[in-house]
């Protein structure tokens, strides 16, 4: 796992040094300018009837104007000028953290789009989302922390070297006072780590409750658990805040003993300026505005850095998704075209373990699709149905084993370019809160008007025909303004614009009516003459439709096209 403190270096490299370095030039210039213009009073004094200049070394008094008017006209133009670049380092400062935080979003969701499916599919999606969402935009306030730490870090070196230029002596221990209150709150930021961390904790369990809430409220509802989820989430919620309020907490009590040491030590210089070291106006009431404007900079510095040890969480968080992700990156070859499936697709005694599980998924399973027709795979809940339907797909490679097409071994960036061949309709419906039109295209952006009412018509979908605004019809939230039927079956549509070789549906008609599944299983037999059909399910109308059937148990085939019922002391009985 890399080190957070990593993360801006990483952002840089991303984001491009040439923006990084103008940033840390507006930083040191903006700097630079009140530093100058607080060694200025230093003359100013002088000129207002101070015997010397306060003890500045010659280069720089010789540097200065002697005059009053001529050292204002200056004050006036560093002001301005100070103004000006501080102006532009904020603007790039906001530029520098859109770009790092959106370069790590975008990497993080290219990350996710490209990986394995293996590595993809057990991921969690509420804390996926709560990363990528809530997490990353957590990151930015940090880098804005670290940053605006980072301005503070140089105008104190500014104005360190202004107080140097005045009193040596003073300067030297006003910042070795200054590094020891740092010190001191050490304590302080790594509580603020362990905050960060249990809000990031936190926020991922409001996201889901709410997530997981919004999905079952029929359920809720029905069970009358409406005050039960109510609880959870306002639990949670406290949870939340107070991570939050215990932050907010430290940082007050962090400024508090910061600003009471500092405001101790500037006495103490101050007295011993005036008493000890017998210093004059000249350079006591310069050194006091010096000391007095690190004060609150100081306090910054401190708070800043706080906010960044409280973003550790989510920088953690992020760079261990995206390294996961990155490191599972499916293998892609634009060049390669996909596999044509003209005779069958074979699996050769494949096996497929998942992590943490206590039986692999699938074990040695053999069994043949042919290239026209229907086939079944059947099987008890948990048989390892949908882990084979993955396989045909090119989502998953097996452990051992082959998976061929008409010989041709799947694996690799063939793999992947035979996606472009398979058409898939799961259980749950996929719809746009969009128009129908961008629904289908959305398998198929350049299909033309014609091309969607041929893929409707072929799956028994000629109800669109008679929506109120046809093909412009807004199908609102998940499809909701459609029946549970009339969703599948625009699934079933959106598949077949992809021209498909192989068409997967996962328990599509599970929860349909009779009349919906007849639709569906109408359109299927007029489909299964220019393609390979694939139905997965245990129970309904469409296994009864299968010229050839693939029954799993336990990960094992017990019964396909091609093999006779395997022996009961094998598999154990059906």
Request: glycine letters at 10%.
């Amino acid at each position: 796992m890399a080190n957070p403190e990593l993360t801006l270096r990483k952002a840089v490299t991303r984001t491009g040094w040439r923006r990084a370095g103008v940033l840390g030039a507006l930083m040191a210039a903006a700097a630079l300018t009140e530093g100058l213009g607080l060694v200025l009073l230093v003359p100013m004094l002088a000129a207002l009837g101070a015997a010397d200049q306060g003890g500045l070394p010659a280069w720089l008094a010789a540097l200065l104007p002697s005059q009053l008017a001529p050292l204002l006209a200056l004050f006036v133009v560093l002001v301005v000028l100070r103004a000006g670049l501080a102006g532009l380092r904020n603007l790039a400062q906001l530029q520098f953290e859109v770009a790092m935080v959106d370069g790590l979003r975008n990497r993080a969701w290219s990350a996710l789009l490209h990986c394995d499916w293996r590595v993809l599919a057990p991921l969690s999606r509420s804390d996926s989302t709560a990363l990528l969402v809530g997490e990353i935009d957590r990151i930015g306030l940090g880098v804005n922390q670290l940053l605006g730490a980072l301005t503070q870090a140089v105008t104190l070196a500014a104005i360190a070297l202004a107080a140097l230029a005045i009193s040596p002596l003073a300067a030297g221990l006003a910042a070795f006072g200054g590094l020891a209150a740092l010190l001191l709150q050490r304590r302080l930021r790594t509580r603020a780590g362990l905050l960060g961390q249990a809000l990031s904790q936190t926020y991922a369990l409001v996201l889901r409750q709410f997530s997981e809430g919004l999905g079952a409220l029929r359920l809720i509802k029905s069970l009358g658990r409406e005050a039960a989820m109510e609880r959870e989430v306002a639990g949670a919620l406290a949870e939340m805040r107070a991570a939050q309020y215990a932050f907010t907490r430290d940082v007050a009590l962090g400024r508090v003993l910061l600003h009471g040491g500092a405001a101790l030590l500037l006495a103490v210089l101050t007295w011993l300026a005036i008493e000890r070291w017998q210093a004059g106006p000249a350079t006591i009431l310069p050194l006091v505005a010096l000391f007095a404007r690190a004060l609150p900079l100081l306090g910054a510095l401190q708070e800043a850095w706080q906010g960044w040890a409280h973003a550790r969480a989510p920088i953690n968080g992020t760079l261990a998704l995206i390294e996961r992700a990155e490191a599972a990156r499916e293998p892609a070859d634009p060049a390669i075209a996909a596999p044509v499936l003209s005779a069958q697709l074979r699996l050769e005694q494949v096996s497929v373990s998942f992590s943490g599980a206590e039986h692999p998924a699938l074990h040695q399973v053999s069994a043949t699709i042919p290239a026209r027709g229907i086939t079944a795979i059947t099987g008890p809940s948990g048989a390892g149905k949908s882990t084979l339907a993955d396989l045909i797909g090119g989502l998953l490679s097996p452990d051992s084993g082959e998976v061929r097409i008409d010989g041709a071994m799947l694996e690799g960036p063939l793999r992947r370019a035979w996606r472009s061949r398979v058409a898939y309709v799961q259980q749950d419906p996929v719809l746009l809160s969009a128009s129908l039109r961008d629904n289908l295209r959305w398998a198929a952006p350049d299909a033309s008007d014609a091309q969607l009412h041929t893929a409707l018509e072929a799956a028994s979908a000629g109800f669109a025909a008679a929506l109120p605004q046809g093909l412009d019809t807004l199908l609102g939230d998940g499809g909701r303004a459609l029946s549970g039927g009339e969703r599948q079956r625009l699934m079933l549509a959106r598949a077949l614009l992809r021209d498909p070789a192989l068409l997967i549906l996962d328990e599509a008609t599970s929860a349909l009516d009779a009349e919906n599944e007849a639709a569906i299983a109408e359109a299927l037999v007029r489909l299964k003459e220019r393609m390979a059909v694939v139905v997965i399910g245990h129970r309904g109308a469409l296994p009864l439709l299968a010229d050839h059937t693939i029954r799993l148990k336990q990960g094992r085939c017990v019964d396909s096209a091609e093999r006779t019922l395997a022996p009961r002391g094998d598999f154990g009985a059906n």
